[in-house]
Nanobody, 126 residues
Framework: QVQVVESGGGVVQAGGSLRLSCAASGRAYGMYVMSWFRQAPEKEREFVAAAAITWSGSSTDYADSVKGRFTISKVNAKSTVYLQMNSLKPGDTAVYYC?????????????????WGRGTQVTVSS
């Protein structure tokens, strides 16, 4: 069993930055993927970014809408990832969820992730 907890949401003006954190605890696995999804009011959940982590390193994947503005990174020796969000836009306003799956393959479909956090609100004002 894996527990996932997000933190770091808040309110920021357009053009500003925020950093979200996601920590996974419980049973440890050598290969896993930690991803961020978001859901805005009255919209479907969408993939944001992912980090696939193995013993030899990690790889990342980004939605086109955030590429060049958001960066996902792993904290060394911990099952924790950051999502650094720069140049934020009002359209980035959403509840951001962290998700965890076992294995090395990045997935953009939320149904592939069995473990989820409760979410953290990000609000970008214009």
């Amino acid at each position: 069993q894996v527990q996932v907890v997000e933190s770091g949401g808040g309110v920021v003006q357009a053009g500003g930055s925020l950093r979200l954190s996601c920590a996974a605890s419980g049973r440890a696995y050598g290969m896993y993927v930690m991803s961020w999804f978001r859901q805005a009011p009255e919209k479907e959940r969408e993939f944001v970014a992912a980090a696939a982590i193995t013993w030899s390193g990690s790889s990342t994947d980004y939605a086109d809408s955030v590429k060049g503005r958001f960066t996902i990174s792993k904290v060394n020796a911990k099952s924790t990832v950051y999502l650094q969000m720069n140049s934020l836009k009002p359209g980035d306003t959403a509840v951001y969820y962290c998700a965890y799956k076992i294995g090395r393959n990045v997935a953009r479909d939320g149904s592939d992730y069995p473990y989820w956090g409760r979410g953290t609100q990000v609000t970008v004002s214009s």
